[in-house]
């Protein structure tokens, strides 16, 4: 990849973001398609977010990824924001068009495509965490029509308020689990974790008790450092079908990358990019 005058760039802020994994993808996806283009990570602190959103519009950069801290601080400084991110109050990535900024969430779109071929209307399933991530997975399995859905997080109160979000958008019922209670449930047809628990640098193990996790179980994990945690390895032992979160990375990038250029990114490209990389 040759950089000159003419090469617009992409690029992903957050703070800290030195381990973003996103540039990998993103640039083995301009490389492949020949597209002048490059993508890099910029640490923006809260301090400076205004400033350099603010000034996003008189740039001729391509787009931009936002990450933790950010996702919802950016809002207030976009001019239109997509459904998603609207319902959501999380934006990831930015469109700079000439009529202003426009935000979006693609962490939705990443999340539907864990859950191709997964009967949702007919499923249960548990989410552990009431994080951003978590928001996005609770908002997805609603719109696709869960049958039955189950919260448990560590700070029961999170768990609550969203629970509360969900079961207004929605006009559903979901049930809060105590987070050392999961043993009372029925098996179940998909468990999701959405914490940092088992994470390169973070450790630690889900210890979830195997009555819930069957061979008819579906186990995600949104980690994707280290590719198997301990929790998918137990999962895989049962005879769970497991899968850790490297499809939801890809394909929200990808989905950003749409956003952008109009183009159709070579996907596997970027996953292999990914895979080689950890
Ligand atoms: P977040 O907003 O900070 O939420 C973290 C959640 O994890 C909270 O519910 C928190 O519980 C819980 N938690 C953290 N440490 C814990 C511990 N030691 N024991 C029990 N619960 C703990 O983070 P996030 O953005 O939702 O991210 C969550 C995970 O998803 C991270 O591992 C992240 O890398 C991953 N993720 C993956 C993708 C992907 O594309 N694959 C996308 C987004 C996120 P409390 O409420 O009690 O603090």
């Given at each position: 990849?040759?950089?000159?005058?003419?090469?617009?760039?992409?690029?992903?802020?957050?703070?800290?973001?030195?381990?973003?994994?996103?540039?990998?993808?993103?640039?083995?996806?301009?490389?492949?398609?020949?597209?002048?283009?490059?993508?890099?990570?910029?640490?923006?602190?809260?301090?400076?977010?205004?400033?350099?959103?603010?000034?996003?519009?008189?740039?001729?950069?391509?787009?931009?990824?936002?990450?933790?801290?950010?996702?919802?601080?950016?809002i207030?400084?976009?001019?239109?924001?997509?459904?998603?991110?609207?319902?959501?109050?999380?934006?990831?990535?930015?469109?700079?068009?000439?009529?202003?900024?426009?935000?979006?969430?693609?962490?939705?779109?990443?999340f539907?495509?864990?859950?191709?071929?997964?009967?949702?209307?007919?499923?249960?399933?548990?989410?552990?965490?009431?994080?951003?991530?978590?928001?996005?997975?609770?908002?997805?399995?609603c719109?696709?029509?869960?049958?039955?859905?189950?919260?448990?997080?560590?700070?029961?109160?999170?768990?609550?308020?969203?629970?509360?979000?969900?079961?207004?958008?929605?006009?559903?019922?979901?049930?809060?689990?105590p987070?050392?209670?999961?043993?009372?449930?029925?098996?179940?047809?998909?468990v999701?974790?959405?914490?940092?628990?088992?994470?390169?640098?973070?450790?630690?193990?889900?210890?979830?008790?195997?009555?819930?996790?069957t061979?008819?179980?579906?186990?995600?994990?949104?980690?994707?450092?280290?590719?198997?945690?301990?929790?998918?390895?137990?999962?895989?032992?049962?005879?769970?079908?497991?899968?850790?979160?490297?499809?939801?990375?890809?394909?929200?990038?990808?989905?950003?990358?749409?956003?952008?250029?109009?183009?159709?990114?070579?996907?596997?490209?970027?996953?292999?990019?990914?895979?080689?990389?950890?």
């Amino acid at each position: 990849m040759e950089i000159k005058g003419s090469t617009k760039i992409a690029l992903v802020i957050g703070h800290p973001i030195a381990h973003s994994l996103s540039p990998i993808m993103h640039n083995e996806a301009f490389r492949r398609l020949k597209l002048d283009n490059c993508y890099i990570a910029i640490d923006i602190a809260p301090d400076g977010l205004a400033h350099f959103i603010k000034s996003l519009k008189f740039t001729n950069i391509l787009g931009v990824n936002v990450t933790i801290p950010h996702k919802e601080a950016v809002i207030e400084y976009l001019d239109e924001l997509s459904e998603e991110a609207i319902i959501l109050r999380a934006v990831n990535t930015i469109k700079i068009t000439k009529d202003g900024l426009i935000g979006y969430n693609t962490d939705v779109f990443g999340f539907e495509k864990c859950l191709e071929g997964i009967d949702i209307p007919k499923s249960s399933a548990l989410i552990i965490g009431a994080g951003g991530a978590a928001k996005a997975v609770v908002y997805t399995l609603c719109k696709l029509n869960v049958n039955k859905l189950y919260i448990t997080n560590r700070t029961e109160e999170k768990a609550q308020n969203l629970i509360r979000f969900v079961s207004n958008l929605f006009n559903r019922d979901v049930s809060l689990i105590p987070f050392d209670k999961w043993n009372t449930l029925e098996p179940l047809d998909i468990v999701v974790n959405a914490t940092p628990i088992g994470m390169e640098g973070v450790g630690g193990t889900i210890d979830i008790p195997p009555s819930i996790i069957t061979e008819r179980t579906t186990v995600i994990d949104l980690i994707y450092n280290p590719p198997e945690t301990e929790f998918l390895k137990k999962a895989k032992k049962i005879g769970a079908k497991t899968l850790n979160g490297l499809k939801m990375l890809v394909y929200q990038g990808a989905t950003s990358f749409k956003i952008w250029t109009g183009i159709d990114p070579p996907v596997e490209t970027m996953e292999n990019a990914i895979k080689e990389y950890i």
